[in-house]
């Protein structure tokens, strides 16, 4: 019979080798995972410190990923925005005024060069990251500006903007080639100029300096403007009437008129005549002549500038204007375009918001980077808008007007995306998209030093030190050796040895 003392013994040396072998597997898990439990239970008292640590690394590295995205998005826009600045000086490289060498379709070499960079320009408003178009505010999903074939040829019954160009030009010029003004003589002395009717076409008259003797100016009235010039008697060789007018594109103008003595007369005069009534003939002539020769040249550059306006400009809630036609030489008004008529060259979100606020990204507790833009912007779309009305006109070669007006229209196109003063510069729009990528990129260099801090604790806490593991198992070793021998020996007993 076994003595009750060695088998308890036995039982009790049994449960400390499974303990001391438990544990000592326990030590050489960590040794291999460098980590002190695989659950928070065996960290100790320190696991709530862990948790909350490892809930902090998790926020910032949330906040890196959003970062990420913001980053990559603001990394191409910035590319467009470099890009768009070298389209603007390409262009106005090729738009020398004083060169006018057409090819066969009655462009020049710049107007073609223009049309190429006007394609590329909406190409890159329609750029994209990740299946998210850039510039289209708050519509991230479709493509924010049309093809360059939509907007200046149109698109089945819409029109685009080539036919409002024409449209316009016949509202501004009107039947008469007279830039909406009717010059009549009410009697033999008179001569009077009139707008023909109050609308935002043709020219304006804002004012009249009347430098003739014996001549009465009566006027200009209220819109439409009218003022009279009543001949009195002969005014002297010299003398001038001067009329400060408005073309389309809200420039200023002045047109003086030369008072000449007989077989003097020449641009810009009109001569003294035999007899008062002559002279006011003489006078409402020379206007005449003046108007048609101002409407063909200026007042026809100016409408081209004009219609780029009415077909472009629509940001913050707006459409593109029409005319209110037909008849459209004698319009009055301009019209809402729809989109079943008219292209819309900007399609994207168009609220009254700032553009940037339409993309934001909290990248931080407390701090959220605002990146959004819309093609339609101010800078944006005067590029496109001045590409679009330069690359589209048309001359004549041998016509001298021709010539004077493309080197008018131009020197426009030039002043116009040379970005002057009160006009928002595409350098503005890089500035504040540069603003936030450098607050992101600060952000997630402060959130490296902190995932580094934060996990140097959590390894703290939960990282096992190699060198006391290895200690621990080496001494643990030995136990248990020595206890495999006790055992060993008390189980090599029999009865028989016992007796």
Known sequence: MVDPLVGSRSTSIVRDLVQLRQTMSGLEQQLATGRKSETYAGIGSERSLSIAFRSDVSRLESYQSSITL??????????????????????????????????????????????????ETLSMLNSEAGGRYLFGGQDVSNKPVETVNAIMDGEGNRAGFVQHRNERLLADTG????????????????????????????VKIEG????????????????????????????????????????PDGTAQNIELVAAAAGEGGDNGFEIGATP???????????????????????????AMAAGTD???????????RIDGPPFDSATALRDGTESDTVFWYTGDNSTDSARSTATTRIDDNLTVSYGA???????????????????STFTEDNQNDETRYGLLADKTLQNISYPAGVQKLEQIAGELSAARSAADNANTRHNVKTGTLQSLIDGIEGA???????NLLTLQTRLEASYQATSILFDMSLVNYI
């Open 374 to 392: 819309r093609a339609n912007e101010e800078a944006f779309r005067v590029l496109v808008q001045n590409l679009a009305v330069f690359s589209s």
């Open 175 to 202: 039947a008469a080639g007279t830039g909406r003004l009717d010059v009549t003589q009410p009697s033999t002395t008179q001569v009077q100029l009139a707008e023909d009717g109050v609308h935002p076409f043709g």
């Open 311 to 321: 077909f472009f400009d629509y940001e913050g809630g707006g459409v593109p204007q």
């Open 208 to 247: 009249v300096t009347n430098g003739l003797t014996n001549a009465v100016l009566t006027g200009p009235s209220a819109a439409p403007a009218t003022f009279d010039v009543d001949f009195t008697g002969q005014p002297t060789a010299g003398e001038t009437l001067t009329i400060s007018v408005t073309l």
């Open 70 to 119: 913001v980053e990559l998005r603001l990394s191409i826009s910035d590319q467009v925005l470099t890009r768009m600045d070298g389209v603007a000086t390409e262009a106005r490289g090729s738009m020398d005024p004083n060169i006018y060498e057409l090819l066969g379709d009655g462009r020049s070499q710049g107007q073609v060069t223009s049309y190429n960079l006007l394609g």
């Open 277 to 303: 009534d002559d002279t006011a003939a003489n006078l409402a002539a020379a206007l005449t002549d003046t108007l048609e020769q101002l409407t063909a040249v200026d007042v026809r550059a100016a409408s």
């Open 465 to 471: 030190d190699e060198n006391e593991v290895a200690v």
